[in-house]
T-cell receptor, first 113, second 113 residues
């Protein structure tokens, strides 16, 4: 009865390194969403993916950020050449349908030194 | 601009008391409004979801109301418990992209014994 699983829970990177955040959706869910929460702010939509397809990436920064949801395995949010401003909590959610209730993981807290 | 504003920002109440949290939104065209509970260090958990035609919805001790004309919603918590201490987040979505949740900054509720 696993919910949405995110790992790692905490990630520390130095400026210029790459960060890879993983998200395994709930069983039976094929829709995945990534949100970012900056300190003292609400969650902000980043990207919506279905298996092997990016449906909406309008919330993704134009550079350094990418996301994928392969046919097999978890969804990956990749941040290249991290900067201090990337420090935030990154939440993944999944749903059974595009307009269904989104179930959230516990988040990955990224700290960039 | 699509915005969701919540008040108060934080609230302290005694165990057993009731409280009401407020949400105003400017999101248009409106699809639905959700209330989420987020415990510290955890992901948001859905409490209620309401569409345009629904005025009220309950989930145990939580009752949400929606006035789509004035674009206001409230979340009423009855007979508060210590475990109610959390952030309560109002989330709205647009009809043309209902998967793209628009989050408020939340109300931080602390229930004291």
């Amino acid at each position: 009865n696993a919910g949405v699983m995110q790992n790692p829970r905490h990630l520390v990177r130095r400026r210029g390194q790459e960060a890879r955040l993983r998200c395994s959706p709930m069983k039976g869910h094929s829709h995945v969403y990534w949100y970012r929460q900056l300190p003292e702010e609400g969650l902000k939509f980043m990207v919506y993916l279905q298996k092997e397809n990016i449906i909406d990436e309008s919330g993704m920064p134009k550079e350094r950020f990418s996301a994928e949801f392969p046919k097999e395995g978890p969804s990956i949010l990749r941040i290249q050449q991290v900067v201090r401003g990337d420090s935030a909590a990154y939440f993944c959610a999944s749903s059974a349908a595009g307009e269904g209730i989104q179930y959230f993981g516990a988040g990955t807290r990224l700290s960039v030194l | 601009k699509n915005q969701v504003e919540q008040s108060p920002q934080s609230l302290i109440i005694l165990e057993g008391k009731n409280c009401t949290l407020q949400c105003n939104y400017t999101v248009s065209p409106f699809s639905n409004l959700r209330w989420y509970k987020q415990d510290t260090g955890r992901g948001p958990v859905s409490l209620t979801i309401m569409t345009f035609s629904e005025n009220t919805k309950s989930n145990g001790r939580y009752t949400a109301t929606l006035d789509a004309d004035t674009k206001q919603s409230s979340l009423h918590i009855t007979a508060s418990q210590l475990s109610d201490s959390a952030s309560y987040i109002c989330v709205v979505s647009r009809m043309d992209s209902s998967y793209k949740l628009i989050f408020g900054s939340g109300t931080r509720l602390l229930v004291r014994p």
